[in-house]
Protein backbone atom coordinates (compact mmCIF):
# COMPACT_ATOMS: atom_id res chain seq x y z
CA UNK A 1 0.00 0.00 0.00
CA UNK A 2 1.36 3.31 -1.00
CA UNK A 3 2.39 6.13 1.79
CA UNK A 4 -0.13 9.23 2.10
CA UNK A 5 1.60 12.15 0.94
CA UNK A 6 1.14 13.60 4.00
CA UNK A 7 2.79 11.26 6.34
CA UNK A 8 5.79 11.42 4.06
CA UNK A 9 5.80 14.97 4.71
CA UNK A 10 5.82 14.39 7.81
CA UNK A 11 8.37 12.13 8.30
CA UNK A 12 10.50 14.45 6.24
CA UNK A 13 10.01 17.48 8.63
CA UNK A 14 10.62 15.91 11.37
CA UNK A 15 14.11 14.24 10.10
CA UNK A 16 14.91 17.95 8.95
CA UNK A 17 13.99 19.04 12.74
CA UNK A 18 16.06 16.39 14.07
CA UNK A 19 19.52 16.99 11.94
CA UNK A 20 18.77 20.81 12.89
CA UNK A 21 18.76 19.23 16.42
CA UNK A 22 22.10 17.57 16.05
CA UNK A 23 23.83 20.60 14.20
CA UNK A 24 23.44 22.50 16.62
CA UNK A 25 24.61 19.94 19.37
CA UNK A 26 27.62 19.01 16.90
CA UNK A 27 28.43 23.05 16.47
CA UNK A 28 28.06 23.57 20.33
CA UNK A 29 30.68 20.76 21.07
CA UNK A 30 33.24 21.18 18.57
CA UNK A 31 33.54 24.96 18.74
CA UNK A 32 34.74 25.25 21.97
CA UNK A 33 32.96 27.29 23.04
CA UNK A 34 32.28 25.97 26.05
CA UNK A 35 36.14 25.31 27.17
CA UNK A 36 36.54 22.54 30.16
CA UNK A 37 33.08 21.97 30.34
CA UNK A 38 32.67 20.60 26.60
CA UNK A 39 32.97 17.06 28.47
CA UNK A 40 31.09 17.42 30.97
CA UNK A 41 28.11 18.94 29.27
CA UNK A 42 28.15 16.44 26.42
CA UNK A 43 28.24 13.13 28.98
CA UNK A 44 24.85 15.22 30.01
CA UNK A 45 23.40 14.77 26.83
CA UNK A 46 24.78 11.27 26.26
CA UNK A 47 22.65 10.14 29.51
CA UNK A 48 19.56 12.15 28.98
CA UNK A 49 19.85 10.29 25.63
CA UNK A 50 20.06 6.32 26.56
CA UNK A 51 17.39 7.60 29.42
CA UNK A 52 14.66 8.87 26.65
CA UNK A 53 14.95 5.45 25.27
CA UNK A 54 14.53 3.39 28.98
CA UNK A 55 11.76 6.21 29.59
CA UNK A 56 9.85 5.83 26.39
CA UNK A 57 10.06 2.25 26.39
CA UNK A 58 8.53 1.88 29.61
CA UNK A 59 5.43 4.32 28.65
CA UNK A 60 4.48 1.84 26.08
CA UNK A 61 3.73 -0.32 29.57
CA UNK A 62 2.09 2.49 31.70
CA UNK A 63 0.56 5.14 29.36
CA UNK A 64 -0.24 2.61 25.94
CA UNK A 65 -1.11 -0.18 27.73
CA UNK A 66 -2.58 0.95 31.17
CA UNK A 67 -0.86 -1.41 33.26
CA UNK A 68 2.00 -0.39 36.43
CA UNK A 69 4.80 -1.74 36.43
CA UNK A 70 7.72 -1.04 38.65
CA UNK A 71 10.22 -3.65 37.50
CA UNK A 72 11.60 -1.93 34.38
CA UNK A 73 15.03 -1.52 35.93
CA UNK A 74 15.25 -5.44 35.24
CA UNK A 75 15.04 -5.37 31.56
CA UNK A 76 17.54 -2.55 31.43
CA UNK A 77 20.21 -4.31 33.46
CA UNK A 78 19.57 -7.26 31.20
CA UNK A 79 20.58 -5.67 28.68
CA UNK A 80 22.98 -3.93 29.68
CA UNK A 81 25.16 -7.14 30.71
CA UNK A 82 24.16 -9.37 27.86
CA UNK A 83 25.18 -6.44 25.35
CA UNK A 84 28.75 -5.81 27.41
CA UNK A 85 29.17 -9.55 27.61
CA UNK A 86 28.82 -9.19 23.01
CA UNK A 87 30.93 -6.51 22.63
CA UNK A 88 33.46 -8.00 24.53
CA UNK A 89 33.01 -11.29 22.61
CA UNK A 90 33.19 -9.76 19.58
CA UNK A 91 36.36 -7.20 20.32
CA UNK A 92 39.32 -8.20 18.64
CA UNK A 93 37.39 -9.46 15.83
CA UNK A 94 38.70 -6.48 14.11
CA UNK A 95 34.98 -5.15 13.43
CA UNK A 96 34.14 -1.72 13.12
CA UNK A 97 33.41 -0.13 16.64
CA UNK A 98 29.83 1.07 15.27
CA UNK A 99 29.12 -2.41 14.10
CA UNK A 100 29.87 -4.19 17.36
CA UNK A 101 27.91 -1.20 19.40
CA UNK A 102 24.79 -2.46 16.65
CA UNK A 103 25.06 -6.05 17.37
CA UNK A 104 25.70 -5.91 20.82
CA UNK A 105 22.59 -3.63 21.62
CA UNK A 106 20.24 -6.23 19.46
CA UNK A 107 21.30 -9.14 21.01
CA UNK A 108 20.86 -7.50 24.77
CA UNK A 109 17.79 -5.88 23.42
CA UNK A 110 16.72 -9.61 22.50
CA UNK A 111 17.57 -11.02 25.65
CA UNK A 112 15.79 -8.54 27.54
CA UNK A 113 12.82 -8.77 24.90
CA UNK A 114 12.71 -12.62 26.12
CA UNK A 115 13.14 -11.73 29.70
CA UNK A 116 9.85 -9.65 29.19
CA UNK A 117 7.64 -11.87 27.42
CA UNK A 118 9.01 -14.70 30.17
CA UNK A 119 7.85 -12.52 32.91
CA UNK A 120 5.00 -11.24 31.08
CA UNK A 121 3.35 -14.39 30.45
CA UNK A 122 2.31 -15.35 34.34
CA UNK A 123 2.63 -11.73 35.31
CA UNK A 124 0.05 -9.68 33.26
CA UNK A 125 -2.58 -12.36 34.29
CA UNK A 126 -2.80 -9.84 37.04
CA UNK A 127 -3.45 -6.12 36.90
CA UNK A 128 -2.97 -2.95 38.75
CA UNK A 129 -1.15 -2.84 42.51
CA UNK A 130 -0.42 -6.91 42.03
CA UNK A 131 1.15 -6.67 38.75
CA UNK A 132 3.38 -3.96 40.16
CA UNK A 133 4.18 -5.94 43.31
CA UNK A 134 4.92 -9.13 41.05
CA UNK A 135 7.23 -6.63 38.71
CA UNK A 136 9.22 -5.30 41.51
CA UNK A 137 10.28 -9.23 43.14
CA UNK A 138 10.96 -10.14 39.14
CA UNK A 139 13.41 -7.17 38.77
CA UNK A 140 15.07 -8.26 42.35
CA UNK A 141 15.08 -11.98 41.24
CA UNK A 142 17.09 -10.32 38.29
CA UNK A 143 19.28 -8.41 40.06
CA UNK A 144 19.75 -10.85 42.78
CA UNK A 145 21.06 -13.27 39.75
CA UNK A 146 23.20 -10.69 38.50
CA UNK A 147 24.65 -10.39 42.03
CA UNK A 148 25.55 -14.41 42.24
CA UNK A 149 26.99 -14.21 38.76
CA UNK A 150 30.48 -14.61 37.86
CA UNK A 151 30.46 -13.58 34.57
CA UNK A 152 28.75 -10.51 35.09
CA UNK A 153 31.66 -9.73 38.46
CA UNK A 154 29.41 -11.16 41.30
CA UNK A 155 27.98 -8.54 43.04
CA UNK A 156 30.85 -6.52 42.23
CA UNK A 157 32.07 -4.21 39.36
CA UNK A 158 31.78 -5.35 35.77
CA UNK A 159 34.68 -3.09 34.35
CA UNK A 160 36.82 -3.06 31.21
CA UNK A 161 33.62 -3.00 28.87
CA UNK A 162 34.57 -0.91 25.76
CA UNK A 163 33.63 2.32 25.29
CA UNK A 164 31.66 2.34 21.91
CA UNK A 165 28.95 4.77 22.82
CA UNK A 166 29.33 8.77 22.25
CA UNK A 167 27.27 11.54 22.22
CA UNK A 168 26.82 11.53 18.07
CA UNK A 169 25.84 7.79 17.79
CA UNK A 170 23.56 7.35 21.18
CA UNK A 171 21.57 10.53 19.25
CA UNK A 172 20.93 8.91 16.16
CA UNK A 173 20.07 5.55 18.08
CA UNK A 174 18.18 6.86 20.43
CA UNK A 175 16.04 8.64 17.41
CA UNK A 176 15.61 5.44 15.69
CA UNK A 177 14.35 3.71 18.85
CA UNK A 178 12.05 5.95 19.43
CA UNK A 179 10.56 6.78 16.02
CA UNK A 180 9.98 3.20 16.25
CA UNK A 181 8.10 2.94 19.46
CA UNK A 182 5.84 5.85 17.71
CA UNK A 183 5.39 3.56 14.60
CA UNK A 184 4.22 0.51 17.24
CA UNK A 185 1.96 2.90 19.03
CA UNK A 186 0.33 4.53 15.59
CA UNK A 187 0.32 0.65 14.23
CA UNK A 188 -2.60 -1.85 14.03
CA UNK A 189 -0.67 -3.64 17.44
CA UNK A 190 -0.62 0.21 18.76
CA UNK A 191 -4.53 0.86 18.10
CA UNK A 192 -5.39 -2.83 19.41
CA UNK A 193 -3.66 -2.10 23.03
CA UNK A 194 -4.98 0.79 23.33
CA UNK A 195 -8.30 -0.52 23.18
CA UNK A 196 -7.62 -2.88 25.39
CA UNK A 197 -6.46 -0.52 27.76
CA UNK A 198 -9.58 1.30 27.47
CA UNK A 199 -11.84 -1.54 28.10
CA UNK A 200 -10.33 -5.13 28.76
CA UNK A 201 -13.84 -6.66 28.82
CA UNK A 202 -15.31 -5.48 26.05
CA UNK A 203 -11.76 -5.91 23.79
CA UNK A 204 -11.71 -9.46 24.72
CA UNK A 205 -15.44 -9.99 23.89
CA UNK A 206 -14.87 -8.84 20.11
CA UNK A 207 -12.49 -11.54 19.50
CA UNK A 208 -9.17 -9.74 20.48
CA UNK A 209 -6.46 -12.39 22.18
CA UNK A 210 -5.95 -9.61 24.73
CA UNK A 211 -3.05 -12.07 26.75
CA UNK A 212 -0.84 -12.03 23.29
CA UNK A 213 -1.24 -8.53 22.88
CA UNK A 214 -0.46 -7.56 26.35
CA UNK A 215 2.43 -9.77 26.69
CA UNK A 216 3.70 -8.76 22.74
CA UNK A 217 3.76 -4.94 23.84
CA UNK A 218 5.67 -5.71 27.47
CA UNK A 219 8.41 -7.52 25.45
CA UNK A 220 8.63 -4.94 23.20
CA UNK A 221 8.69 -2.15 25.93
CA UNK A 222 11.73 -4.87 26.86
CA UNK A 223 13.86 -5.13 24.16
CA UNK A 224 13.66 -1.17 24.30
CA UNK A 225 14.89 -0.96 27.65
CA UNK A 226 17.70 -3.34 26.67
CA UNK A 227 18.73 -1.61 24.26
CA UNK A 228 18.87 1.68 26.18
CA UNK A 229 20.89 -0.72 29.09
CA UNK A 230 23.23 -1.55 26.48
CA UNK A 231 23.94 2.13 25.88
CA UNK A 232 24.46 3.11 29.55
CA UNK A 233 26.76 0.31 29.41
CA UNK A 234 29.38 0.94 27.10
CA UNK A 235 28.91 4.71 27.48
CA UNK A 236 30.04 4.05 31.32
CA UNK A 237 32.13 1.31 30.64
CA UNK A 238 31.29 -0.25 34.25
CA UNK A 239 28.24 -0.78 36.16
CA UNK A 240 26.98 -3.13 39.42
CA UNK A 241 24.02 -5.07 39.90
CA UNK A 242 22.89 -2.66 42.49
CA UNK A 243 22.63 0.28 40.06
CA UNK A 244 19.70 -1.08 38.93
CA UNK A 245 17.65 -1.59 42.24
CA UNK A 246 14.41 -0.68 42.69
CA UNK A 247 14.65 3.14 43.23
CA UNK A 248 16.03 3.33 39.08
CA UNK A 249 12.57 1.73 38.33
CA UNK A 250 11.05 4.04 40.29
CA UNK A 251 13.10 7.20 39.27
CA UNK A 252 12.08 5.87 35.67
CA UNK A 253 8.31 5.51 36.36
CA UNK A 254 8.66 9.32 37.72
CA UNK A 255 9.88 10.51 34.72
CA UNK A 256 7.23 8.79 32.53
CA UNK A 257 4.88 10.18 34.68
CA UNK A 258 5.86 13.71 34.76
CA UNK A 259 6.27 13.71 31.04
CA UNK A 260 2.74 12.23 30.78
CA UNK A 261 1.29 9.08 30.56
CA UNK A 262 0.22 7.96 26.85
CA UNK A 263 2.44 11.07 25.28
CA UNK A 264 5.92 9.73 23.83
CA UNK A 265 7.22 13.38 22.90
CA UNK A 266 6.10 13.86 27.12
CA UNK A 267 8.57 11.05 27.82
CA UNK A 268 11.35 12.64 25.93
CA UNK A 269 10.90 15.49 26.96
CA UNK A 270 10.67 14.40 30.91
CA UNK A 271 13.45 11.81 30.56
CA UNK A 272 15.77 14.33 28.79
CA UNK A 273 14.94 17.27 31.63
CA UNK A 274 14.43 15.10 35.09
CA UNK A 275 17.77 13.26 34.05
CA UNK A 276 19.95 16.28 33.38
CA UNK A 277 18.65 18.33 36.40
CA UNK A 278 20.65 16.40 38.97
CA UNK A 279 23.80 16.85 37.05
CA UNK A 280 22.60 20.77 36.26
CA UNK A 281 22.66 21.41 40.02
CA UNK A 282 25.47 19.16 41.41
CA UNK A 283 27.54 22.05 42.49
CA UNK A 284 24.38 22.40 44.64
CA UNK A 285 24.79 19.44 46.05
CA UNK A 286 23.52 19.58 49.34
CA UNK A 287 19.82 20.92 47.71
CA UNK A 288 19.95 18.98 44.23
CA UNK A 289 18.15 16.53 45.23
CA UNK A 290 15.81 18.49 47.38
CA UNK A 291 15.10 20.51 44.34
CA UNK A 292 14.18 17.24 42.31
CA UNK A 293 11.61 16.47 44.76
CA UNK A 294 10.20 20.04 44.85
CA UNK A 295 9.99 19.86 41.57
CA UNK A 296 7.89 16.56 40.84
CA UNK A 297 5.56 17.67 43.73
CA UNK A 298 4.92 20.67 41.76
CA UNK A 299 4.21 18.86 38.36
CA UNK A 300 2.19 16.84 40.37
CA UNK A 301 -0.04 19.12 42.04
CA UNK A 302 -0.56 22.00 39.07
CA UNK A 303 0.01 19.21 36.17
CA UNK A 304 -1.47 15.61 37.36
CA UNK A 305 -1.89 14.19 34.19
CA UNK A 306 1.61 15.30 33.55
CA UNK A 307 3.14 17.87 31.26
CA UNK A 308 1.82 16.71 28.24
CA UNK A 309 -0.54 15.18 29.73
CA UNK A 310 -1.89 12.34 26.43
CA UNK A 311 -0.95 15.12 23.77
CA UNK A 312 1.73 14.66 21.57
CA UNK A 313 3.87 17.38 20.14
CA UNK A 314 4.27 17.53 15.96
CA UNK A 315 6.89 19.53 14.72
CA UNK A 316 4.33 19.32 11.27
CA UNK A 317 1.68 20.67 13.02
CA UNK A 318 3.10 23.69 14.47
CA UNK A 319 5.21 24.68 11.43
CA UNK A 320 0.80 24.33 9.47
CA UNK A 321 0.16 27.12 12.68
CA UNK A 322 2.69 29.54 12.42
CA UNK A 323 2.44 29.36 8.22
CA UNK A 324 -1.54 29.63 8.74
CA UNK A 325 -0.97 32.48 11.12
CA UNK A 326 1.13 34.24 8.69
CA UNK A 327 -0.92 33.85 5.82
CA UNK A 328 -3.35 35.32 8.08
CA UNK A 329 -1.45 38.40 8.74
CA UNK A 330 -0.55 38.99 4.98
CA UNK A 331 -4.69 38.85 3.96
CA UNK A 332 -5.12 41.60 6.44
CA UNK A 333 -2.32 43.63 5.90
CA UNK A 334 -3.20 43.46 2.04
Known amino acids: MKMPKKYKVSYLINLLGLLVLYGLAVLLFESGVLGTSTTYVKGIFTTACYTIVMVTSLNLVVGVMGEFSL ?92 KLADFYWVYWITAACVAVMFMFVRSRYGRTVKSIREDYIAAAASGINVTYYKVFTFAV ?99 MKLSGKGNKAAKEGQ
Open 221 to 319: AAFFAGVGGGLYAHYMTAMIPTNFNFNYSAELLSEVIIGGTGSLTGSVIGAAFLSALPEMMRQFSTYRMLAYSVILVLVMIFRPGGIFGTWEFSLTGLL
Open 71 to 162: GHAGFVSVGAYVSALASNALSGTGMPNLLVLLIALVIGGIAAGITGMLVGIPALRLRGDYLAIVTVAFAEIIRVCFCNFEFTGGGKTMSGIA
